[in-house]
C-alpha cells in the first residue's frame, strides 16, 4: 500500500488491486475464519499506507494475523497491526492448530533469518501449547526458489530452520510471501506453501528480477482438526 490511493507499485494500483481480491472472496461461497497477511503491506514506509491496508481489510471482519516484511516498518507497523481484529506476531490457538506468526527480518537488509530469541519464542509456544497441529507464518521463504537474485535475499538457513521446525514434531505447515510468485512443496515432512502477491508477481525461474503477467492471487488453506492439510491458489483476474 502507498498513503496515496492511486499509488502504483510496477504499473499496478496496489489499494485497487487488493480491493479486487477482497471483491473476489466476497463474492464467492468460500468462507475463512481468518487471513494470514505474510508481509511487506507497505511500499512508501508512512503510517498513511498502514492505514490504507487496515480500512481496506476492515470488512473482512475476522481475525487477520500479520507479520512484517522487508519492506515494512515495524514501528509503523505495530501501531495499526498491533490492534484488533490484526494482530502482530502473534500465535492463537483455534480447532487443534496453534497458529503462530514469526518475525524473519533483518533491519535494512532485504533477505531475513531467525533470530535466536525469536526462534526461542517459538519453542516455548509450540511446546506450551495443547494443540496438535502448528503452522508457522514468515515473510522469507525457507527455501531456494530457483532464482537467482531471489534466492540471495530469502531466508539464512532456511534448512536448517525447517529441520529444527521438524524436530518440534508438531508442525505440519509453514507459509512465507516475499517471493511474488506460487510454490507449494513437502519439506523434513512439513508443507512449504508460498502465495503471490496482491499486486504485481515475480517471474519464477528468472537469473535476474523480472516481473511476472500472473494476477494478483491469494490462497485459501483448509486446516483440519486431524492435521491435514487442503489448498487452493486463487488467481483474480484484474
Ligand atoms: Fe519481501
Not at 525461474?205 to 491458489?233: K, Q
Amino acid at each position: 500500500m502507498f498513503a496515496d490511493a492511486d499509488g502504483e507499485l510496477r504499473g499496478v494500483t496496489t489499494a485497487a488491486s487488493l480491493q479486487r481480491v477482497l471483491e473476489h472472496y466476497f463474492a464467492s461461497d468460500w468462507n475463512a475464519d481468518r487471513v494470514f497477511v505474510t508481509g511487506d503491506l507497505v511500499q512508501d514506509d508512512t503510517p498513511g499506507a498502514y492505514d490504507r491496508f487496515r480500512e481496506i481489510m476492515l470488512p473482512l471482519k475476522m481475525r487477520m494475523h500479520c507479520l512484517p516484511g522487508n519492506h515494512d516498518v515495524r514501528d509503523l507497523m505495530r501501531k495499526v497491526c498491533g490492534l484488533p481484529p490484526f494482530s502482530y506476531c502473534a500465535y492463537e490457538e483455534f480447532h487443534n492448530w496453534l497458529m503462530i506468526s514469526l518475525d524473519s527480518c533483518i533491519s535494512g537488509e532485504a533477505g531475513g533469518n531467525i533470530a535466536a530469541d525469536e526462534l526461542d519464542r517459538l519453542d516455548h509456544t509450540v511446546n506450551s501449547s495443547s494443540a496438535q497441529h502448528v503452522v508457522v507464518c514468515l515473510h522469507h521463504p525457507p527455501v531456494a526458489m530457483g532464482s537467482a537474485w531471489l534466492d540471495t535475499v530469502g531466508l539464512e538457513k532456511g534448512e536448517e530452520f525447517l529441520q529444527h521446525l521438524q524436530s518440534l514434531a508438531k508442525v505440519r505447515l509453514t507459509v512465507f510471501g516475499h517471493a511474488h510468485q506460487p510454490y507449494d512443496a513437502e519439506h523434513c515432512g512439513i508443507r512449504v506453501l508460498g502465495t503471490p502477491s496482491t499486486c504485481r508477481q515475480f517471474l519464477p525461474d528468472s537469473e535476474d528480477f523480472a516481473v511476472d503477467d500472473c494476477p494478483p492471487a491469494y490462497r485459501r488453506i483448509t486446516l483440519h482438526s486431524d492435521g491435514s492439510i487442503d489448498n487452493e491458489l486463487i488467481l483474480v483476474d484484474a
